[in-house]
């Protein structure tokens, strides 16, 4: 059975860095990608980035000055981390497995940038 | 980047009735669309992949269709599950990009 699971802080301090881990089981990480989503309230979706079976990484480019995807295969871990937080990044953050696109979800780790 | 366009925002139907749900494309996306549903507090779940794949375990009545830059979800006839909000996602380009979301409510 496929599973993904966001974890991390839930409050996050203003300029500070956020770090999220996703844990999956069920697939390889060798085998599929992960891809990391966000979705900002009151706005839609927006994908942040990508970590590809082989290990390499692409990124949004409108997040890529702050952003840096990283995995460790053999704890099954995908990790996400971003820098220079500040509160129109407080939203929920998907990690989901994939090809080309998406197919399963994990159910998301809600994030607030506040002091 | 591609911009995608979805509509309506907003759906109010009720249980039996043939709803659809458009995405229109700022350039050719080549059929790879996929649609998405999302339950609150739940994980996004695929329901169609590349414009009119059924995602395994998913009915038979949700279908899409569409190809260049237009795309349709549609259901066929509403279940009391169904309410829920429904997205879609281009994959022919990076940064992948989806359209913003239609919430299906029970009218």
């Known amino acids: 059975q496929v599973q993904l699971m966001e974890s991390g802080p839930g409050l996050v301090q203003p300029s500070e860095t956020l770090s999220l881990t996703c844990t999956v089981s069920?697939?390889?990480?060798?085998?599929?990608?992960v891809h990391w989503v966000r979705q900002p309230p009151g706005k839609g979706l927006e994908w942040m980035g990508v970590m590809w079976s082989g290990g390499s990484t692409d990124y949004n480019s409108a997040l890529k000055s702050r952003l840096s995807i990283s995995r460790d295969t053999s704890k099954n871990q995908v990790f996400l981390k971003m820098n220079s937080l500040q509160s129109e990044d407080t939203t929920t953050y998907y990690c989901?497995?994939?090809?080309?696109?998406?197919?399963?979800w994990g159910q998301g780790v809600m994030v607030t940038v506040s002091s | 980047d591609i911009q995608m366009t979805q509509s309506p925002s907003f759906l109010s139907a009720s249980v039996g009735d043939r709803v659809t749900i458009n995405c229109k494309a700022s350039q050719n996306i080549n059929k790879y669309l996929n649609w998405y549903q999302q339950k609150l507090g739940e994980a996004p779940k695929r329901l169609i992949y590349?414009?009119?794949n059924l995602q395994t375990g998913i009915p038979s009545r949700f279908s899409g269709s569409g190809s260049g830059t237009d795309y349709t979800l549609t259901i066929s006839s509403l279940q009391p599950e169904d309410f829920a909000t429904y997205f879609c996602?281009?994959?022919?380009?990076?940064?992948?990009?989806f359209g913003s979301g239609t919430k299906l409510e029970i009218k």
């Open positions: 590349n414009t009119n």
């Open positions: 996602l281009q994959h022919n380009s990076f940064p992948l990009t």
């Open positions: 069920g697939f390889s990480l060798t085998s599929y990608n």
């Open positions: 989901a497995r994939g090809r080309a696109a998406p197919d399963y």
